[in-house]
Structures are given as C-alpha cells and as structure tokens.
C-alpha cells in the first residue's frame, strides 16, 4: 500500500512538473455533465467526458465495468513500462469505469473512460457530442478515422495552453462508449500504430467481456 502511495504521488508530482497534469474538467472532453469526475487528480490537462441523462443507463450494483478496462500490462512495452492507478467504478454515478496509466518515466499518460450507452443505437450520437466538444482540450488536427471498433476517430494536438501533446481516440463498442487519451511531451504526439493497439486491446476487452443483451 505504501508503495501504491508513494508511486501515486511521484506520478502526479512528475506529470505536473512536465506539463502532463491529468484534470477532470467534464465540459472540456465529450458528453455533458455538471458533475466533475473523482478519481482523476486534479491537475490542468486531460478531461474526462461525461454523458447525457438521455444516453446512458442507470448503473447496475451487479456490473462492474472495471473488469473491461485494459491494465497497465496491456501497453507496457520493452523499455517502456507503464503503472495503472486504482480504477474507478461508476465514476460520478455514470455506468461505466474509468483508470488513469503513466508510464514509469513520467513521460506518457493513458486515460481510459468507458461509460454505457442505453443502446449500440446510441453510440452515433454520443460520438458526435464527444467529438464536437474535443476543442476544450486539445487543438486537434482534422479527424481522422480509425479501425478500432464502430465509429472509430482519431483527434491530435497539443493542449490549449501547449504544455503537452494529446491524442485522443473515441469508438463504441456494442452498448459502450469508449474515450482513450494519450498524453506526452509537446510536440510528441502518441505514435499511431501504438493509439491503435491500445484501442484495439481495449475494444477487444469489451467485445468479448460485455454483458449479452
């Protein structure tokens, strides 16, 4: 536990003197809110969508969406090792999950937010709302498709401020929205082939591990 600690205070005192501070400014990611996340530090840069009441379900006490998120094991590469804070079920009462990975060198981040849809019918729209309101955080480039899951997009830019790069990824999967940020150095934007392994990995985890209808 100790370690737990002291890995989660090096990571966010690291991030923050890098300029890849994690935040949970709800407006600034996706679908709306007006109820911040929890379990992200409140530190400037990433955002962490929200969704509608009209689009989500009421959170289920017998799902945990947790088992679906990738672990830190799940992206690790050789020389490049990654450490996953606690997950976070249901954040802020959504359905869905939500953890935060940094990679030991305190040079990368990867924010994971899975959130429950009513319906596969209502991904479309939640994509749309996620997508139009990427600009509170990022600068993007044009959106570029992705073959990751269904609806799969790509955004990629630096923060507002410029103090770090941020690659997002948005795709549903069935009945659950997925939204995978990848933050660096400004002007080190997340390599592609890696921005699509991941959210491969991560769509997998939910095709196969999703409650059948």
């Not at 269904?150 to 790069?165: A, E, F, L, Q, R």
């Amino acid at each position: 536990m100790k370690r737990q600690h002291a890995t989660r205070a090096g990571a966010i005192a690291m991030i923050a003197a890098l300029a890849l501070g994690i935040s949970s400014c709800d407006n600034e990611s996706g679908v709306n809110t007006g109820k911040p996340a929890a379990s992200i530090p409140a530190l400037p840069g990433v955002s962490v969508p929200a969704t509608t009441t009209t689009s989500t379900k009421p959170a289920a006490a017998t799902t945990d969406y947790t088992r679906l998120l990738l672990q830190a094991g799940d992206i690790s590469a050789t020389g490049d090792a990654y450490v996953a804070e606690p997950a976070t079920p249901n954040p802020d009462s959504r359905p869905g999950a939500e953890v935060l990975i940094v990679n030991q060198e305190q040079t990368k981040a990867v924010s994971i937010l899975l959130v429950a849809l009513d319906s596969p019918a209502a991904g479309p729209s939640a994509l749309a709302e996620a997508q139009a309101s990427l600009a509170k955080s990022v600068n993007p480039g044009p959106p570029r498709p992705s073959i990751v899951g269904t609806g799969g997009t790509v955004v990629s830019g630096n923060s507002p401020d410029g103090t770090k790069s941020v690659t997002v990824l948005l795709f549903t999967q069935g009945s659950m929205l997925a939204r995978v940020e990848f933050d660096g150095l400004p002007g080190q934007p997340a390599d592609a082939d890696f921005v699509t392994n991941v959210g491969q990995k991560q769509a997998i985890a939910l095709r196969v591990g999703l409650p059948t209808p």
